[in-house]
């Protein structure tokens, strides 16, 4: 029990910490639009270090749900490229995931479950989960519409294990952390959040998420039939 009020004590305070010191003011696109020559010049005098410093940052903000994931994305394609920054923004949030996931687990899991199971408007939810979390997870991750914390939370109930999770958030986030990776590499043409977003990439979002629901009804239609022969065979 204390273990587990330290941990608490210790998450607020650093979310408290990053609102009291006015981290929200930095995670947005004025503040990448007015710093981005200088965060360029930083991170190509000294490379490695800024993408460290950076996914520190960025896991950091994920474990803890702070507002800005899109921002920092976008900063991140704006400053290392396709390649570096499709590697750090996702491995970065996946590493966040993971630690929100095991800390979800370790403070709450149990009891949550418990109650969750009792409930008649998720019972169907957990169920399904129960059977296959990892297609579930695919989806879900691969899809916009679903917030950050809330998959982290409902998979941290769910019986998937570490590596699974790992996986699934990995493979994912990244078609996702792609597309936003790229449209970094536009800060220096726009001057808005809606300029990056035009139809051509809310229809690329749309197909991620089309591409997900496919790849996870062919998963779980495998894992049935795969059920359904060793049932046979038994």
């Known amino acids: 029990m204390i273990k587990k009020l330290i941990i608490v004590v210790v998450l607020l305070s650093l979310v408290a910490l ?23 010049t930083y991170a190509h005098a000294n490379f490695w270090q800024a993408f460290f410093i950076t996914g520190g940052i960025y896991i950091l903000s994920t474990m803890l749900n702070l507002p800005g994931a899109a921002i920092m994305t976008l900063a991140i394609g704006f400053v290392f490229g396709r390649w570096y920054g499709v590697l750090l923004a996702s491995t970065a949030a996946t590493i966040g995931a993971v630690l929100v996931f095991w800390i979800a687990r370790f403070l709450i899991a149990d009891w949550a479950r418990l109650r969750l199971e009792k409930m008649k408007s998720t019972q169907n939810i957990m169920a399904k989960l129960q059977d296959d979390a990892f297609s579930y997870l695919l989806f879900m991750r691969a899809v916009p519409l679903f917030p950050f914390w809330f998959v982290n939370m409902v998979f941290a109930f769910s019986p998937i294990n570490t590596k699974q999770y790992a996986i699934g958030s990995y493979l994912g986030m990244l078609p996702v952390s792609f597309v936003i990776v790229n449209l970094g590499q536009s800060l220096s043409t726009v001057n808005s959040m809606e300029e990056l ?3 051509e990439v809310i229809l690329s979002f749309v197909l991620i998420g089309i591409l997900a629901l496919v790849t996870s009804m062919v998963m779980r239609r495998r894992n049935q039939k795969v059920t359904e022969e060793l049932s046979e065979t038994l």
């Open 197 to 199: 977003f035009t139809t």
């Open 18 to 40: 990053f609102f009291i010191y006015g981290g929200q003011e930095y995670l947005n696109f004025e503040s990448l639009k007015q710093h981005k020559d200088d965060l360029l």
